[in-house]
Structures are given as structure tokens and as C-alpha cells.
């Protein structure tokens, strides 16, 4: 298994974006990604860092509010 995701790490150009369709950009562009979480500003998370998930932070309107990473 590989220790590093090939492709983009980050998105962003996402910020402002309605969550779900940053959600499916990250998904097709970089396929290494198996989980994507849209959560709402303030959800309480771990702390692990997994190579294939992405989090898009929303606010209450579903908009992204940070530049999704890979973690």
C-alpha cells in the first residue's frame, strides 16, 4: 500500500463553492480519495490524518468556508 495520495492535495479554488459539488470536483480529481466529509463549521473531529479523506468545511448555507486538504 502506498504511503502518499498521488494527485491534488488541495482545492482552493472550492472555497465558496456549494459543499456537494466540491465534494464531487475532489473526488474527480484525485481518486485516491475514498472518503469525503462535509461538515458544518464547528463539528467537533478527531485528530487522525488519513491519506484518502478530505473534509469540507461548510457554513449554514452549505458553502465551503477553508480550502479542503487531504488529511
Given amino acids: 500500500m502506498a504511503s502518499e495520495c498521488e494527485g491534488k492535495s ?4 472550492l472555497v465558496g ?3 456537494e459539488v466540491a465534494a464531487k470536483t475532489i473526488r474527480r480529481e484525485n481518486p485516491c480519495i ?13 485528530r487522525d490524518y488519513i491519506i484518502t479523506r478530505v473534509r469540507v468545511w461548510v457554513d449554514e448555507k452549505g458553502i465551503v468556508t477553508k480550502v479542503p486538504i487531504i488529511g
Fill in 10 to 13: 488541495s482545492w482552493p479554488e
Fill in 17 to 19: 463553492v456549494e459543499g
Fill in 34 to 46: 475514498t472518503t469525503v466529509d462535509i461538515l458544518l463549521e464547528g463539528t467537533p473531529v478527531t
